[in-house]
């Protein structure tokens, strides 16, 4: 098992990685989960100030390293 985290600015290409990312797996029979930030912080968190993303961030690479 393992995991990929992608980083950058907004529109930098994160989602267009992932996508070819998880096509390139799911051909080698390797069946990928995707963390979106977006889908979860509209339901986790909203709080953009430096400690809120730092605690989103913590519990995002907490739920990746479940799966992992």
Request: glycine residues 8%; positive net charge; charged residues 20%.
């Amino acid at each position: 098992m393992f995991a990929v985290w992608l980083t950058g600015p907004p529109a930098s290409g994160k989602s267009t990685i992932a996508a070819a990312l998880v096509k390139l797996l799911r051909a080698r029979r390797i069946d990928p989960v995707v963390l979106e930030s977006d889908a979860f912080r509209k339901h986790f968190s909203a709080d953009y100030s430096e400690e809120g993303r730092t605690a989103f961030y913590r519990g995002l690479a907490h739920i990746g390293a479940m799966f992992v």
